[in-house]
């Protein structure tokens, strides 16, 4: 059974470095095909796609956001884990991790609210 | 990036009713391309990849058709448990987006 689950802080300060982890279980990350991403969602808006990282440490990055994001793996911990610095109020948003070997998304964590707010 | 143009923004169906959402990609996509559904302060729910596969587990009245730019996703016969916020996802490039969203309403 394959899920995953998104943890880290529901409040972070305007400036800030964001820190999310996404813990799975039911597959190995070091499994050719592999692959687990970051989306989000703002409240009441549409998802946007933010990041993925591969079996072999690929790694691709929203155009808009890349300067501000680095995603990485410990295998090891079966975590994914997702920064984003310079924390803006824009960034508020439920963050969700989610799995896919061949591009479109079977598995999903049930997401995380992260609210920026001095 | 490749923009994904979803139309309608919203609709409002009823039970029974045939229901089509689209998708526009701003370049040809093959047919990467996948749809989700998502009710209120839930995680999406895959329907459809590559197009066309229905996912397992998924209603035979949901249906994806199309490749290159123009998708549709169709809803045969509206059951009330099929209201929710529609997405489309292309996965033929980097950076994957998705559309903008569709919400189904009771009419």
């Known amino acids: 059974q394959v899920t995953l689950r998104e943890s880290g802080p529901a409040l972070v300060k305007p400036t800030q470095t964001l820190t999310l982890t996404c813990t799975f279980s039911?597959?190995?990350?070091?499994?050719?095909?592999?692959?687990v991403s970051w989306i989000r969602q703002p409240p009441g808006k549409a998802l946007e796609w933010l990041a993925r990282i591969d079996w072999d440490d690929d790694k691709y990055y929203s155009t808009s956001l890349k300067t501000r994001l680095t995603i990485s793996k410990d295998t090891s911990k079966n975590q994914v884990v997702l920064t984003m610095t310079n924390m803006d109020p824009v960034d508020t948003a439920t963050y969700y991790c989610?799995?896919?070997?061949?591009?479109?998304?079977?598995?999903w964590g049930q997401g995380t609210l992260v609210t920026v707010s001095s | 990036a490749i923009r994904i143009t979803q139309s309608p923004s919203s609709l409002s169906a009823s039970t029974g009713d045939r229901v089509t959402i689209t998708c526009r990609a701003s370049q040809g996509i093959s047919s990467y391309l996948a749809w989700y559904q998502q009710k209120p302060g839930k995680a999406p729910k895959l329907l459809i990849y590559a197009a066309s596969t229905l996912q397992s587990g998924v209603p035979s009245r949901f249906s994806g058709s199309g490749s290159g730019t123009d998708f549709t996703l169709t809803i045969s016969c509206l059951q009330s448990e099929d209201f929710a916020t529609y997405y489309c996802q292309q996965y033929y490039s980097y950076p994957w987006t998705f559309g903008q969203g569709t919400k189904v309403e009771i009419k």
């Open positions: 039911g597959f190995s990350l070091s499994t050719s095909g592999m692959c």
């Open positions: 989610a799995r896919t070997r061949g591009g479109w998304y079977a598995y």
